[in-house]
């Protein structure tokens, strides 16, 4: 069945049906788990050695070692790796009994393989010539395994006179031959896996590198454009308030914002611009922001929903929307009109500027509710290009009353202060009004 296929010193290639199994290895033990193959490389070349069969068991580490020179190939099977795994899992066999195992090879030759610890015993991966080179080798195998005070098991046929189990086989070891028993290069660099590793980072790398430039492409063009925005935003207030500010000043709420007297003409405005009536829809209040104005409208009889978006269309600026509510009864437009930009108010004590606007109010008897703001977050001042804390303290008011906003704030001094909104309802052909504002200070 099977024939000696190539000989050379001490290293035998078999064949085993289609498999090509190799004895003659040169095992050492290797100490270094997660650095395997970099271990064997090392004794590889410092042995002139360049195939390596690996055994990796709980306990023990093993490479055998063989020259190409001796018609060994990649891909070929280490009889002794089979040879282990075939016999060591066995069932009641440790893998830490010692053990010998020898079998005939064709041509009146024998395999033998002992193991100690679950380790391949040194020079003891061997073919022998004859049945009495065989016998010696196992009786020599015994005597120095059996020293140690454990029982040896050994595995071997009649002939050679020595325990009378014949199990191990040619076509046994072909049939428990696997990958994990092939023989592979040792290449004196880098790994295959190791140059996947390499070309893996290196991808990495490169993927990384153009992550990067795309980000900072990105990032450079929202800076661009953050700061078109702050020269628009800058050339803005000084259109609106005739003041030349500094960038930074941009980070102070009130710079961007109307002033009192701008707010309160921006929404007389928007009061003007919104009629009473829209086809039978009456107008039943108004919200006004620095940002435009919401006209809220109720249907009367007969009025319809199709008469009203028609009306207004007509009635109102281009861009107005229109938004009927769910009831189809009540409606709202809104119109996007900018007010002016205040500029920015020179500080002052924010405890004064409190107390100066309350008793302004408290003189007409209108009441007012003034409640600290907490400073905007480094978050919302990075926005501005910053994220210096606020130097400015602000406090929030809301002020309802029957008199509008400009005779409320008659003969008041607005610095520091800012309206923000200004709503008007009408009940019973009345006019009722709720302001909401913030005041800065130090």
């Known amino acids: 069945m099977a ?39 090392e004794i590889g070349k410092r042995d002139g050695m360049d195939i390596v069969a690996i055994r990796r068991l709980p306990t023990i580490i093993q490479a055998g070692f063989v020259r190409k020179q001796a ?22 066999q440790s893998t830490l009994d010692p053990l010998i195992a020898a079998f005939a090879v064709g041509d009146g030759r024998f395999a033998i393989v002992a193991f100690k610890d679950g ?26 395994l059996s020293s140690k005070g454990k029982e040896v098991t050994v595995y071997a046929p009649p002939e050679l006179e020595f325990g009378g189990d014949a199990s191990v086989t040619l076509a046994a070891l072909e049939k428990a031959a696997a990958r994990e028993h092939k ?23 490169i993927s990384s590198a153009i992550a990067f430039y795309v980000w900072s492409e990105h990032e450079r063009e929202r800076q661009e454009r953050l700061e078109q925005l702050r ?74 929903v199709l008469d009203f978006r028609a009306a207004a269309a007509s009635a109102f600026p281009p861009g107005a ?31 004064f500027r409190v107390d100066s606007l309350v008793s302004h109010l408290q003189k007409q008897i209108i009441p007012i509710t003034v409640s600290p703001k907490a400073p905007p977050s480094p978050g919302e001042l990075g926005s501005q290009g910053t994220t210096q804390p606020p130097d400015w303290a602000t406090a929030t008011f809301e002020i309802t009353s029957d008199w509008p906003a400009d005779s409320i704030f008659r003969g008041f001094d607005t610095r520091g202060v800012r309206l923000l909104e200004q709503s008007t309802t009408i009940k019973e052909r009345k006019l009722s009004y709720s302001m909401k504002g913030e005041i800065y200070g130090k």
């Not at 049906?17 to 997660?34: N, R």
């Not at 018609?71 to 002794?80: H, I, N, P, R, Y």
């Not at 282990?84 to 066995?90: E, G, N, Q, S, V």
């Not at 009831?327 to 004590?349: C, F, H, L, W, Y």
Request: proline content about 5%; glycine content about 6%; overall charge neutral.
């Open 71 to 92: 018609g060994v190939q990649k891909g070929m099977f280490s009889l002794a790796s089979i040879v282990a795994d075939l016999l060591l899992r066995k069932e009641g």
């Open 3 to 41: 024939q000696t296929q190539a000989h050379a010193g001490s290293v035998t290639v078999i064949s085993a049906g289609s498999k090509s199994l190799v004895s003659g290895l040169y095992w050492q033990t290797l100490s270094q788990p997660q650095k395997v193959m970099k271990e064997a490389r």
């Open 231 to 304: 020269l628009a935003e800058l050339a803005r207030v000084k259109l609106d308030s005739g003041q030349n500010v500094l960038p930074a000043a941009l980070v102070h709420p009130w710079t961007t914002t109307p002033s009192v007297p701008a707010m309160i003409a921006h929404c007389e405005h928007a009061a003007r611009s919104a009629p009473l009536y829209v086809s039978a829809w009456e107008l039943k209040g108004l919200n006004c922001t620095p940002s435009g104005f919401e006209a809220a409208y109720v249907r009367l009889p007969r009025a319809t």
């Open 183 to 205: 023989l592979k290069p040792l290449r004196f660099g880098l790994s295959r896996r190791e140059w996947e590793l390499v070309a893996a980072a290196v991808l990495a790398l």
């Open 119 to 144: 380790g391949v015993v040194p020079d003891s991966d061997v073919v022998f010539q004859t049945l009495e080179q065989a016998q010696e080798a196992v009786r020599a195998l015994y005597a120095l």
């Open 321 to 351: 929307t229109v938004s009927i509510q769910t009831d189809a009864n009540q409606a709202t437009v809104r119109v996007i009109s900018k007010a002016p930009a205040g500029g920015d108010d020179e500080m002052a004590d924010i405890g």
